[in-house]
């Protein structure tokens, strides 16, 4: 009977269960919880570094995947020391593209240039600006003159203030090695010597100059923000690990305000910023797979891994291990083999070097599928090539 035709017959609602019986706790309502991460606060600033060494096309098209990847912002940024006559025409681009634009530079010819052509955000302005500062009729962004001496931002903030200028406050976040820590503290205590103004923290002096992963330095960046009510970020993603810093800080900043509105931690909301691990691992018990082994009749192979190895199962068939090649060597060796061609050998090697990669980085392997890199998964659209004879004529 068909389920259609059971549901007919029944009064209550029939539901399909999940496809794999170990996915039965998260389907009537395990951990994981469904939880709406529309909403965030804090805007993102993503920063076009050296933007006069490029063509204007490039800046366009690289704002564009920025803005795409969940960039608010577009900030171009200039080189110390070389103004250039053209950043005009690199600000109207990115205007006319639909893009909201900071400049970022001391240069007051490159600003006023800047701000002529659209750009709406000036980053930033200290002693040695502020005075021009007062004629932009612009949004400003103030620094401290003395990273540790924040009397050096007051004065900026009295003086900006006294001529109307729109500010937000920027203590600067410094690198580890360079006073890292007093340099949050400073954010906390500008936030409480002014609760009612704007403040932006630039982070990348921390995902850019650090040997890590950013995604993780990301999130606990922005959940600072999120609580200081710190409104902006600026990044950027130069280096290579931090290739994906403004996706990250998008995911991140929906997962903060959602956590610290709702008063609960972080966990089991979503897993695009795990990526490097899985959150969770399903493995077989080991009887499980026994009786699999015992019970196959056909020579179809299935791969699994789990516990640091992987099982090659088919009709008269286990092999286990941890090193692909010398377990396809194995498999080779056995007449059960003699179905593997050549595009059956090279799916089998695709497979197995996706568990040895699962079972290397503690992630869950599932045949014929993408491993879950979380917010980098790319489903995989195929997993064979079609049979046809190799051998010459």
């Known amino acids: ?27 009537l309502g395990g951990k994981t919880r469904s939880v709406d991460l529309s909403e965030y606060s804090i805007e993102i600033i993503a920063e076009i570094n050296h933007a006069p060494r490029l063509s204007v096309n ?38 006319d593209a639909g893009h909201r634009v900071s400049i970022d530079t001391f240069d007051e010819q490159e600003t006023r240039t800047a701000i002529s052509a659209g750009a709406s955000l000036v980053l930033s302005v200290n002693s ?23 009397s050096t931002l007051d004065a900026t903030i009295d003086f900006l203030e006294k001529h109307q200028v729109p500010v937000r406050l920027d203590p600067i976040l410094e690198p580890i090695g360079s006073g890292f820590g007093q340099s949050l503290m400073r954010y906390a205590h500008t936030r409480q010597r002014y609760p ?7 982070i990348g002096n921390l995902t850019e100059l650090t040997d890590v992963d950013s995604a993780g330095v990301n999130l606990l960046l922005l959940a600072l923000c999120e609580e200081w009510q710190i409104r902006s970020v600026l ?4 280096i290579n690990w931090a290739r994906t ?3 990250e800080c998008d995911i991140a900043r929906r997962l903060v305000h959602h956590s610290i509105n709702e008063g609960t931690p972080p966990k089991n909301l979503s897993d695009q910023l795990v990526m490097l691990r899985d959150a969770k691992l399903r493995p077989y018990a080991d009887e499980a797979i026994d009786a699999l082994a015992s019970e196959i009749r056909d020579n179809n192979y299935r791969i699994l891994a789990q516990d640091g190895e992987i099982h090659i199962i088919s009709a008269g068939v ?21 179905n593997v061609d050549v595009s059956h050998a090279f799916y089998l090697g695709f497979e197995l070097a996706k568990a040895k990669l699962a079972i290397q980085l503690g992630k869950q392997y599932e045949q014929d599928q993408a491993l879950n890199w979380g917010q980098l998964t790319v489903a995989e659209a195929r997993h064979r090539i079609p049979r046809k004879s190799r051998h010459r004529k």
């Open 245 to 247: 810093s403004i996706q």
């Open 318 to 338: 286990h092999l286990r291990g941890n090193e692909p090649f010398a377990m396809m060597s194995e498999l080779l060796t056995l007449p059960q083999s003699d």
């Open 128 to 150: 040695s600006n502020r005075r021009a500062a007062a004629d932009w009729g612009c949004e400003v962004v103030a620094i401290p003159d003395i990273l540790d001496d924040l």
């Open 196 to 202: 009612d103004h704007q403040m932006m923290m630039g």
């Open 58 to 95: 490039e800046v366009v098209r690289m704002a564009a995947e920025f803005r795409r990847h969940g960039a608010d912002r577009i900030d171009v940024g200039c080189d110390p020391g070389r103004p250039c006559s053209r950043i005009g025409d690199y600000v109207a681009a990115l205007i």
């Open 1 to 27: 009977m068909r389920l259609a035709e059971i549901a007919g017959l029944s009064p209550d609602r029939i539901v399909c269960g999940p496809k794999d019986c170990r996915d039965i706790d998260a389907w």
């Open 235 to 238: 990044t950027t993603q130069v």
